[in-house]
């Protein structure tokens, strides 16, 4: 059996439209029977440096390394 994983990068500056894209990706993830590694969602860093001090910076990079 192969399993097919997924992860999940995305950015707006419409936070309206975050949510339904997440939902997006797990339905095609359960739709297509991957396996999910990992969302990592941060609003309002949309340039060089905002990202600073968010523990979604943390986050990203463990989700990096562990699908490396």
């Not at 995305?10 to 999910?36: C, E, F, L, N, R």
């Amino acid at each position: 059996m192969i399993i097919k994983k997924g992860e999940m990068i995305y950015g707006d500056t419409d936070t309206a439209a975050v949510d339904p894209t997440i939902s997006h990706y797990k339905a095609i993830t359960k739709y297509m029977g991957w396996q999910d590694r990992g969302i990592v969602s941060q609003s309002e860093v949309m340039k060089r440096g905002e990202i600073k001090g968010h523990l979604s910076l943390a986050a990203a990079r463990n989700l990096g390394k562990s699908i490396q």
